[in-house]
């Protein structure tokens, strides 16, 4: 079967359409941006990147919409300042997880750069922002979660971005590439957003690797069509066009819970104002727990 079968054959176009205009008219929105989506080939932060992203939130800020904001890009950060050309440490992230340690104390050291960026970014625009660190037990304990989505919401009331990351000095095995993925779909979930947007190095979920496959293509949506196009990304690895096994996951997790999402590539232009003017873009995970979660 070809991808466009995979992708569109087996939907309902009507139920594409209903999904497509759901994320146009999405009022809250959380968007996740990865790590290669901030970083340069050497692993550093990429401020170029960087001020991309936010131009792109505040597309979404202009059409009046709330929006949460995780973000990767720390231990790039890290890096950027402590190692690679400047000499202070010897850092090479691909050596795999014997460096647990080293990449969480990059992560320390980059996190405030990363927010100084990040508050610098949107001060252009006069837009507040806030920085909010979590682990997988400050959404599994109650009480903390009751805090987290509390201190949410009133940043929202306020007009603030939230940006979330992984408090990752204190996790023992949040730095796995994908934690985000998981993180930003639960973030929806407890928040009760009206959209997920995932933003990757690729502009949207492919039959196979775009980077060393001349015949993937892009598939167009994703609904009862999952197991198919579930099998399709099976056998791929973290580093497979942009760690997509975990990105399709968490926008399944959201769709089941009747909210649509999106997985869409950070360099396409304007591409959140795109996916709020109802434009196809990237890949579409149509709600399959009601059309909405309206």
Known sequence: MTSDGVAVGELDSDAVDRARAAAAEADRVV??????SLTDEESRLDRVKLDKLVADVMDLRRRGKEVVLVSSGAVGAGIGRL???????????????DIIDERQALSTVGQSLLMRHYTQSFDRYEQ????????????????????????????LEWGVVPVINENDAVATDELRIGDNDMLSASAAIALDVDLLVTLTDV???YTGNPKRDPEATAI????????????????????DFGGIRTKVEGARDVAENGTP???AGSATPDVLDRIAAGKPTGTLFVPTAGETNE
Do not use: H, W
Request: glycine share 10%.
């Open 261 to 263: 999402a999106v997985i």
């Open 220 to 239: 167009e949506a994703v609904g009862t069509n999952y197991d198919a196009v579930r099998e399709l990304i099976g056998d791929s690895t973290a580093t």
């Open 31 to 36: 968007v996740k941006a990865g790590t290669n």
């Open 83 to 97: 190692g690679n050309g400047e000499g202070i440490v010897d850092v090479d992230i691909d050596r795999g997880s």
């Open 128 to 155: 507040p922002v806030a920085q909010i660190l979590v682990t997988g037990a400050d959404l599994d304990a109650p009480e903390r979660f009751d805090n987290f989505t509390k201190t949410v919401e009133t940043l």
């Open 203 to 205: 502009d949207a979920v």
